[in-house]
Nanobody, 124 residues
Framework: QVQLVESGGGLVQAGGSLRLSCAAS????????MGWFRQAPGKEREFVAG????????SVADSVKGRFTISRDSAKNTVALQMNSLKPEDTAVYYC?????????????????WGQGTQVTVSS
């Protein structure tokens, strides 16, 4: 059974940094793409970043490009989202997700597995 468990959320001031981590278990993820999504109150869940497990190619949403970086550690089966220069508009619940396939599809419906989410709050 696939499990994705996020950690690392919290409260940070604008301009600060946070590092989210997603621990993946339950199968081999070589043929999977991992993604980070976020959902703010009253808004739709949106794609933040994705990484192909095999090869490590990445995709990042324009709204966070240059500030957020996605990476994976194959030995530890974890995916990280390094978030720098945080803004109040980055406040949301952040979700880790996995989909079978090699492209970072930005549609949340394309993902097969989801974590429970971790809250990120950026104060102004």
């Amino acid at each position: 059974q696939v499990q994705l468990v996020e950690s690392g959320g919290g409260l940070v001031q604008a301009g600060g940094s946070l590092r989210l981590s997603c621990a993946a278990s339950g199968r081999t993820f070589r043929s999977y793409t991992m993604g980070w999504f976020r959902q703010a109150p009253g808004k739709e869940r949106e794609f933040v970043a994705g990484i192909r497990w095999s090869g490590g190619s990445t995709s990042v949403a324009d709204s966070v490009k240059g500030r957020f970086t996605i990476s994976r550690d194959s030995a530890k089966n974890t995916v990280a989202l390094q978030m720098n220069s945080l803004k109040p508009e980055d406040t949301a619940v952040y979700y880790c997700a996995a989909r079978f396939g090699y492209d970072s599809d930005p549609r949340f419906g394309a993902y097969d597995y989801w974590g429970q989410g971790t809250q990120v709050t950026v104060s102004s």
